[in-house]
């Protein structure tokens, strides 16, 4: 006979009475995690803008605690606590040599992690510690008021979404930055999930730094794609991410909601749905199907939550950064369908990558 779960009993603090639990609640480690989940998320931002990762990596070889410290113009005591840290997290390994301890970058802190690697995260993670952290200060106020939190996290009303959004010329670049590091690496298997070679006029809406359109031009050698933005973005996008060599990659400058959209055979819409409401996502969407050419199609490209709401908790979490950072929210397959039909769209197929995004193609 299979034994039941092992209990332990616990006296509360008044000794008169007896609580009975399971052996898997007599101690909460994953609630200690969570409650200390922000400690791993500071550390690592901590790490990456002193350039900890940067400084091992171009030291090629490496460093003692000192070399460090004096590398990244910090307290000894600091770097101390903060290596260990980093080493704790699986982000550096130590060794021993002449009984001192020395310090390196493990494989992945090397790949994603040092600035001057093509797949580099460090501009997501500044972006996540200067900006998105800062509003998640604000969440048990979103979740009152089911609104997003850019006022009282810098001082900017957000009645213009991307008013707030590029509030700066350095929070849109920083904005940028993170887009493109996010499409350099998961860029290829939303391009590949479906096979879009048929698709050889492209407009990719809110297209950004371009990264996206990079990957679908390396991908299909006869599209064209075209990055469809406001004229601020493309300025930018021109000055840092997109050169004069990419032939096949153009600009349209414009706002998808207020100007017209040029005929095309393919729509990239590309974490941008879950920006807006249900309703601004029908008027966009439906905007997309007027202007869509005979058999063409639109790719929404985005973090997909299942169906019975189990997950993933990655995309729980994010609609929750949608909560305080705009307007909109991840959603489900079923309901990025129901957008698509109500703007007219048929045949709605949907790919999952096994990775963050996973994508929706809908036809004409």
Known sequence: MAEGPRKSFLMEPTGTTTVTTTSAAAYPRKILDYMEGFLVSKTLFTACELGVFDLLASSQRPLSLEEVAQGIRASLDGTERLLAACTGLDLLNTHTLDGQVIYSNTEQSSVYLT?????????????????????????????REGSNQYEKAFGVKSEDLFEAL???????????????????????DVVTAFNLSPFTTIYDLGGCSGALAKQCVLTYPECTVTIFDLPKVVKTSREHFVTDDNQRV???EGDFFKDALPDA?????????????????????????????????VLVVEALLCEDG????????????????????????????ALLTASGFQNIQVERTGKIYDTVLGRK
């Open 166 to 188: 590029y509030r700066s010329e350095e929070e849109m670049v920083k904005f940028m930055q993170l887009m493109n590091s996010i499409w350099n690496i998961c860029g290829r």
């Open 265 to 297: 055979d393919l729509y990239i819409l590309a974490r941008i749905l879950h920006d807006w409401t249900d309703e601004r996502s029908i008027e966009l969407l439906t905007k997309v199907y007027r202007a869509c050419r005979p058999g063409g199609g």
């Open 250 to 252: 153009s600009f349209h």
């Open 115 to 143: 600035q001057s690697s093509p797949v580099s995260l460090t501009q997501s993670i500044h972006y996540s510690s200067k900006t998105i952290y800062l509003c998640w200060h604000y969440l048990t106020d979103a979740v």
């Open 310 to 337: 189990s997950g993933p908790l990655t995309a729980q979490l994010y609609s929750l950064n949608m909560l305080v950072q705009t307007e909109g929210k991840e959603r489900t397959a079923a309901e990025y369908t």
